[in-house]
């Protein structure tokens, strides 16, 4: 277990201000939350902000124009492949590595976790950028750097969906989630406009600078997160507030204390409990018994397609609106960041949404619906008109990121703290990187069969992409069906919907889980078969 319990070194020099000393306990631990939302939202920017460059500098490294020198080894009639080698690189070290960063955030203290994974990654992240000084054109170096950094930047996921879901509670969690969420895009869109910044004539710089950014913010990181409001003095018991009047006790507890403490009851319990803060130890679950929470391998199946489509477009899109729009390298990047403004938006709107109707899995399943035309009318009509790529760009970056922002988010911290584990907060880290983890296959597989489907056409990209979408629609629809239907009865029919048949509500009926055990099984195989049907018929030369 981490040593809970240790104040940062930041932290402790700004409460000698006047100002910090004379807040109330009640501002004080509003003042925690609003800094730990909005502090924890630019750490997991930085982390997007370095897993953006790589999308931009692709047209530079494997130019369309025959005259542009590139940069070998990816300047071949391969060059499309090698790319997509370097995708599946990062983002299956990245998916393996999500899988034992949830189990060891469990067991180390978040934020020095959290200041090992930022600096490592800004360190390999940089690393990218230095083989262009360094004159370095073996494909094995770069296929190296890019497990390194997939690795390393595993780190960051489950910690800080942790941090918030430890400050904040169950009421409104969609709408907090999906304002929070929006880090995500805004990476993105800094990413793109840093890389696009140097791209055209440094595209080492697109890196480099990059690096240096995440590797600042986690030395602030270690001097001002707050994981966990226990660790200065906070304790929050559904909506009540507790604070340790005492402001010598935190600062004095020693290791012995710092283990005992236990993570603040987020899960719904019996209402003489909900006022008492238990401080008995709680050990981090197994991952078979994360498994075994209702939802969980629904969701993580749901994610595995819904990120392969969100992913794509991550790495790709700005290669592909240079190959098609025949805009400059800096021009593409700067225009797909309206992809990233639209997932913004409809992160924000799936939160919203799902808390108004109680039912996150519709959301996912109305926005995947709408997805799947829209993806086909953007490949079809966006190369018409500068107008109409603006507008189905923004309508695909909501309609792709909405669900996917909400699972790995509020549905993540929804199974995380599931009653069925009696309180025992300890699950959220193992659950969130169960989730994103197994969306992170999903997401190594689409840029990769992007790579080789792109050398047949893009039209086949974007008939693989609606694949996807409409996969994670069955799944969310399966979700939905499971859970039942008396919330969305009430939201859709208002007063009523007293009139209408009563349907219990339940999180998942027992029998589900055996049954979407061997859907995954399934799923499996298919997914294998799938991507052996593609090397076959396709061919796939990653060799330099």
């Known amino acids: 277990m981490g040593d809970r319990g240790s104040e940062p070194i930041g932290i402790l020099l700004l409460r000698q201000l006047p100002f910090c000393s004379s807040l109330s306990p009640i501002a004080k631990v509003n003042c925690f939350k609003f800094f730990t939302l909005i502090f924890t939202f630019f750490i997991y920017s930085t982390y997007h902000l370095c897993r953006k460059p790589i999308s931009i500098v692709k047209s530079v490294l494997h130019p369309e124009n025959s005259t542009d020198p ?5 300047d071949g009639k391969n060059g499309d492949s090698l790319l997509g080698s370097i995708d599946l690189a990062f983002l299956f070290a990245y998916a393996i590595g999500m899988f034992f960063s949830g189990h060891m955030a469990e067991r180390m203290n978040l934020r020095h976790f959290l200041t090992f994974g930022m600096i490592g990654t800004g360190i390999f992240t940089a690393l990218f950028g230095f083989g262009r000084y360094w004159d370095i054109h073996a494909l094995g170096f770069y296929i190296i750097v890019q497990v390194f950094a997939g690795l390393i930047g595993s780190s960051g996921w489950p910690p800080v969906v942790t941090c918030v879901a430890n400050w904040f509670g169950k009421g409104k969690r969609g709408l907090v989630m999906g304002l929070w969420n929006s880090h995500t895009s805004i990476g993105n869109i800094l990413g793109a406009l840093v890389a696009g910044a140097f791209v055209e004539y440094n595209w080492g710089l697109s890196f480099i600078v990059p690096g240096v950014i995440i590797a600042v913010m986690g030395m602030l990181t270690f001097l001002f997160l707050v994981p966990h409001p226990q660790d200065v003095g906070c304790e929050l018991s559904n909506g009540s507030i507790q604070t340790n009047h005492d402001s010598n006790d935190y600062e004095s507890r020693g ?13 719904e319990g019996n209402s003489e409990n909900a006022s008492v803060m238990t401080h008995q130890p709680e050990a981090a679950i197994s991952f078979l018994k994360a498994l075994r929470i209702p939802g969980v391998i629904e969701y993580s199946t749901c994610l595995f397609f819904a990120k392969l489509v969100s992913y794509t477009f991550l790495f790709w899109l700005p290669f592909y609106i240079e190959k098609t729009a025949h805009f400059s390298a800096s021009k593409a990047a700067d225009l ?28 996912c399943a109305v926005m995947l619906l709408l997805a799947a035309p829209v993806l086909f009318m953007y490949e079809a009509f966006a190369k018409a008109s500068y107008a109409l790529n603006i507008v189905f760009l923004l309508l695909s970056g909501a309609l792709v990121n909405g669900p996917y922002a909400l699972i790995t988010t509020a549905v993540a911290a929804d199974l995380g703290t599931h009653a069925s584990l009696r309180g025992n907060a300890k699950a959220l880290s193992t659950v969130t990187a169960i989730i994103d983890g197994t969306g992170s296959i999903g997401a190594a597989l689409g840029p990769l069969l992007t790579g080789v489907l792109s050398q ?23 979700i939905y069906y499971c859970s039942g239907l008396q919330a969305t009865t009430s939201a859709i029919f208002g007063p009523f919907s007293d009139c209408m048949p009563p349907v219990k509500r339940i999180a998942l009926r027992p029998n589900c889980f055996r049954i ?3 859907m995954w099984l399934l799923f499996a195989f298919v997914v294998f078969a799938v991507v052996f049907f593609v090397f076959i018929v396709f061919g796939y030369h990653g060799n330099a």
Request: net charge negative; proline share 1%; glycine share 12%.
């Open 456 to 478: 047949t056409g893009w039209r086949n990209v974007f008939y693989m992409l609606i694949a996807a979408d409409i996969c994670a629609f069955l799944v969310s629809s399966y």
């Open 516 to 518: 979407t055990l061997v």
């Open 336 to 363: 797909s960041t309206l992809f990233d403004v639209g997932g913004i938006v409809g992160g924000i709107l799936a939160g919203v949404l799902s808390d108004i109707h109680g039912s996150r899995a519709l959301t």
């Open 70 to 74: 590139g940069w070998k080894p990816f």
């Open 255 to 267: 290791d012995d204390d710092a283990t005992s403490d236990s993570e603040r009851l987020i899960a």
